[in-house]
């Protein structure tokens, strides 16, 4: 054999030596790249409910989650990354959907997660609606579409930080009369559901903040009456409607409990009681959870 073949032969081995070194100190530190875990809580969520995407990795801040093709931010929640995904109130019963974890990697774009969620049946409350004509005239008020814009803007802000911690509570104590999901139907058809939680109480009574935020929204609208939502951060919000007076206002940060106005019956409403809804990126969910289980 001819010595710059032989001496050729040698600089292939030597230079597949040195890629598969390369490889092996390399392999740590493409280990520490990948996300080490997905958990996902919530496959048989119902309607109005959340689906919990944990990510447990400091390097998890560059995945992105998805559900049904929608993009939904991870956030750093102690030291791992949550999507917290909301679940509309109408999803068809035992439809399924994926929740997919992707990842950008030095070789393209990696998954990292994707399972199946299956929508469960609630059985949701069915009433006949029936408000007095005076109340339904607060539907044609000029006000209307200029509060749900307001509105609407006020709980599409995503905050980084985490506000609240714990449970939420009750903004006051009473009886439920009228749960979330509640479905109004009007000859057979569904006019609408009800997406908060109704509690009665006596007027006058303290309204406490569900949890810690900052007040985002604190004013009178047509249909929401004396009406303050709450940024709890990351895209949660919490709202209470219908006071007869407001106790604090936008832009001052509430603790868990402290009093932000007082039970009434104003806007559209047939006595006195709190409405309290909860938010995911401005999807309402079903606040009964959020007074049970921990996000
Ligand atoms: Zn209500």
Redesign the pocket.
């Known amino acids: 054999m001819p010595n710059s073949r032989r001496h050729f032969k040698f600089e292939v081995r030597l230079a597949a030596y040195i890629v598969a070194l390369a490889i092996a100190a390399a392999s740590p530190l493409l280990a520490l790249l990948e996300p080490a875990s997905v958990v996902v809580c919530g496959q048989a969520a119902l309607p109005g409910g959340v689906i919990k995407v944990v990510v447990d990795s400091r390097h998890a801040a560059k995945a992105r989650c998805y559900f049904n093709g929608r993009r939904y931010r991870l956030f750093a929640a102690g030291g791992e990354y949550r999507a917290l995904i909301p679940v509309e109130v109408d999803t068809k019963p035992w439809s399924s959907g994926t929740v997919t974890v992707r990842y950008k990697s030095l070789f393209g774009d990696k998954v990292l997660y994707s399972g199946p969620v299956r929508v469960g049946e609630p059985d949701f409350d069915v009433i006949k609606l029936k408000i007095s004509r005076r109340k339904t005239k607060l539907y044609r008020d000029p006000a209307v579409p200029d509060a749900r814009k307001l509105i609407s803007r006020a709980l599409s802000k995503r905050d980084q930080e985490q506000q609240w911690r714990g449970l939420f509570i009750m903004p006051v104590s009473g009886r439920i ?2 749960p979330f999901g509640q479905r109004r139907v009007r000859r057979n058809k569904t006019l609408s559901y ?5 509690i009665a109480a006596s007027s006058g009574t303290i309204v406490a903040a569900v949890n810690d935020g900052v007040v985002a929204v604190a004013g009178y609208f047509p249909l929401q009456g004396n009406a303050i939502i709450i940024n709890h951060g990351q895209g949660v919000f919490s709202a209470c ?2 006071m007869s007076a407001l106790a604090t206002r936008e832009g001052l940060s509430v603790k868990k409990g402290d009093a932000v106005g007082k039970v009434g019956s104003t806007g559209i ?1 047939t006595g006195p ?1 709190v ?3 909860m938010f995911i990126h401005g999807v309402p969910v079903n606040p009964a959870d959020w007074t049970r289980m921990v996000y």
């Open positions: 009369s009228a009800h997406l908060g939680m109704d409607y219908h409403s009681h409405h309290w809804s």
